[in-house]
């Protein structure tokens, strides 16, 4: 790193050459700039990564000087010098960006602290810089796979923070009509032909299904993804005509020989919103699939079609969520008996009920998403396919069974210990990432998705230490290992356990044994330097 001193006296220059080693705090080059327009010649000519100037200097202030230099370089950090404390020159170096704001007389250690703090500044944003880089360039090579993937779990509802699943929607460059994402269920059956296939030949025909789809919709803003084979959809973020699926649906099965049902879900303004219309997507395939009809049909329609034969029991499917809500273990065995009473008051076939029973399904998921607990019953396509391919109802009592017990099991552990599971994650990510010199409070809060400020609170309150001194706890522990039964230098033992700057390691290492690092091998015997 490269420094540039900027005063127009030249003792004051000298001093603050000779004040610290600025070969040991990091930097390689130091310059000198008697005033502000010599330094900015410097600086367009030798990109300095930290400037100290003085406030006070002849033709341009120290002030305007980092004004200028922010404006034009605003990476490059910046110490102000002043022998006047003034809170407007405090105020106003802050409103620029500058780095700190010092009061002479100085003294080599404050000096040193300070450089020390903005070096490491300078270095956690190099290091932020080069990971985004390197993440975009990965990024830009697996992206194909990985927006696969994001569709994937999307719609398995494993995003379900709205911003987060902006942020990555903007990574991946995907955009959208805010008017108009829908999702569209594309479900074909080959064992509903005459024909037998293969292994081999079933992987081509769905591959050919997909294949189809695409050249057909290539100009459109649209993304397919496969949950399982002959389970596609297609979403659709901007608006399609209804008589193109129409021509889909021709067009695959005059040229593959299949049977082909297309659900329509609902449009809606926003992507996260796009798991609601694949559900619905697919309540409408599964109509088509529950008379055999293969076709295209939309949700909307399929309300007057269900309502023709079998009313949905409401009014059951609401005291069972209440149950949900609200009731034990033990009592879960009997909260379906209802809503199963009011269908065979209907005398419902089956092929319907099962229907019924995958809008059932989609309450049940809704009211998990409440208390976060969707991932405690599964990916709901997955469950969607056991009812859909259920040959009897007892196999789907079963399955409603199963989750409500994953419902109230998960209910009653996210009610109870959630501080101390917080806790002990909290332990796990300092343990696996302390020699990481970014890793931070913050990046731990990240992680386990709380504020750093209450993240600190409960970690105190359960381990009775603050969570940056478990951090340094945990490196200095490392350190002392490291000390006592290798040969490794002291620098290198401080870049292991997440300290790059070896004097920092030094006076953090001091602070908590009493010993230097030296000072502390000695004590322990160790003679292999």
């Known amino acids: 790193m490269k420094v540039l001193i900027v005063d127009d006296e030249a003792i004051i220059r000298e001093g603050m050459r000779s004040m610290i080693s600025w070969e040991e705090a990091g930097f390689t080059e130091l310059m000198e700039a008697a005033d502000a327009r010599e330094a900015l010649e410097l600086i367009e000519a030798r990109q300095p990564d930290l400037i100290i100037t003085d406030i006070f200097m002849p033709e341009m202030s120290g002030i305007e000087f980092a004004e200028q230099v922010k404006d034009k370089y605003p990476s490059i950090q910046i110490i102000i010098l002043t022998g006047y404390e003034k809170f407007e020159y405090a105020k106003e170096a802050i409103r620029i960006g500058v780095a700190q704001y010092m009061v002479k007389p100085l003294f080599p250690e404050e000096l040193a602290a300070v450089v020390r703090e903005v070096t490491n500044g300078i270095e956690k944003q190099r290091g932020e810089e080069r990971w985004k880089q390197d993440a975009a360039r ?37 955009s959208h009509d805010r008017q108009r994402v829908q999702c569209i269920s ?13 292994r081999s030949d079933l992987q081509l025909l769905a591959y050919a299904v997909r294949n189809i789809a695409e050249e057909m919709f290539q100009e459109c803003n649209v993304h397919f993804c496969e949950i399982e084979p002959f389970q596609l959809y297609a979403l659709f973020l901007e608006p399609v005509a209804e008589e193109r699926l129409h021509h889909l649906h021709y067009n695959i099965e005059g040229l593959l020989k299949l049977k082909v049902f297309i659900g329509i879900g609902m449009n809606y303004r926003e ?4 798991p609601l219309s694949a559900r619905e997507a697919d ?25 023709s034969r079998v009313h949905y029991p409401y009014a059951e499917e609401k005291q069972l969520l209440q149950e949900m809500r609200f009731g ?12 199963v009473k009011a269908l065979n008051d209907q005398a419902a076939a089956f092929p319907v009920r099962k229907l019924i029973y995958v809008q059932l ?45 994953r419902f109230v099991g998960g209910r009653s552990r996210a009610q109870a210990g959630y501080v101390e599971r917080l806790v002990e994650e909290a332990i796990c990510l300092i343990d696996q990432q302390y020699p990481n010199n970014l890793f931070s409070v913050g990046t731990i809060a990240e992680e386990l998705k709380v504020s750093p400020k209450y993240l600190s609170r409960i970690f105190r309150k359960v381990t009775g230490k603050t969570c940056i001194d478990y951090i340094t706890q945990v490196r200095v522990e490392q350190a002392k290992e490291w000390l006592r039964s290798t040969s490794l230098r002291s620098l290198e033992i401080g870049e292991k356990v997440g300290y790059p700057n070896p004097n920092y390691f030094s006076l953090v290492f001091k602070k908590q044994t009493g010993m230097s690092p030296t000072e502390y091998r000695q004590a322990s015997g160790n003679t292999s330097l």
């Open 186 to 198: 594309i479900q074909t059956r080959p064992e509903l032909t005459t024909s037998s296939y293969s």
């Open 138 to 174: 990965r990024l830009d090579q697996y992206n194909p796979i990985v927006t696969e993937k994001f569709w994937r779990d999307l719609l398995a509802g494993a995003h379900k923070n709205p911003q987060i699943i902006r942020e990555q929607q903007q990574q991946l460059g995907i």
């Open 271 to 274: 992507i996260d919103e796009l």
């Open 328 to 339: 034990t273990l033990q009592a879960h065995s009997g909260w379906l008996s209802p809503f």
């Open 283 to 307: 309540e409408a395939a599964q109509l088509l699939l529950s008379t055999g009809e293969s076709g295209v049909v939309r949700y909307d329609q399929i309300q007057d079609k269900k309502s």
């Open 361 to 405: 399904l989609s309450a049940v998921y809704r009211l998990a998403d409440e208390y976060e607990l969707e991932d405690a019953l599964g990916a709901f396509p997955q469950n969607y396919r056991l009812i859909e391919r259920a040959v009897a109802e007892p196999e789907i009592q079963l399955l409603f069974q199963e989750l409500f017990n």
